[in-house]
């Protein structure tokens, strides 16, 4: 799978989120070869659980089917621009690439008001690709939270 079909799974379980009252962000990992081995939308409303951020619930499964917490050579591929708590996620699973649609200016922390993936003290770096399939991921934004202003 490549980075735009994953995009297009991360969007349809963000459409999933919405329809639960949730913020639509959906997140999906792959293997080195890619494969999915884990996927997650935004499930706080629906838990009652702050971390059930998308790219948390992700990682989580593509720990358990991988049988480790290590996710070396996986790529996660997330609607919305990381939260400082699921960079740090990402970063602490080792995930190799990171892949996300838009960035969010008021949260983010992949390069909009933070940088926590690329931050030279750590021990652990992935590649970053933004922007892809941008304008579906904030669309889809924008319509939920019209809907909720």
Request: proline share 4%.
């Amino acid at each position: 799978m490549n980075d735009a079909e994953a995009m297009r799974r991360a969007l349809a379980l963000a459409e999933q989120a919405a329809a639960d009252a949730d913020v639509p962000v959906g997140a999906v990992v792959l293997d080195p070869s890619g494969a999915v081995v884990g996927e997650g939308r935004n499930l706080r409303e629906v838990d009652g659980d702050p971390l059930a951020h998308a790219e948390v619930v992700a990682l989580r499964e593509a720990a358990r089917t991988l049988g480790s917490w290590r996710l070396d050579g996986c790529t996660l591929v997330v609607t919305l621009e990381p939260c400082t708590m699921c960079a740090g996620a990402l970063v602490q699973a080792r995930v190799a690439r990171l892949v996300f649609g838009t960035f969010d200016d008021k949260a983010g922390a992949v390069g909009s008001l933070w940088d926590v993936v690329r931050d030279r003290r750590l021990p652990h770096r992935p590649e970053v690709a933004s922007g892809v399939l941008a304008e579906e991921s904030a669309a889809l934004l924008r319509t939920f939270f019209a809907a909720h202003r």
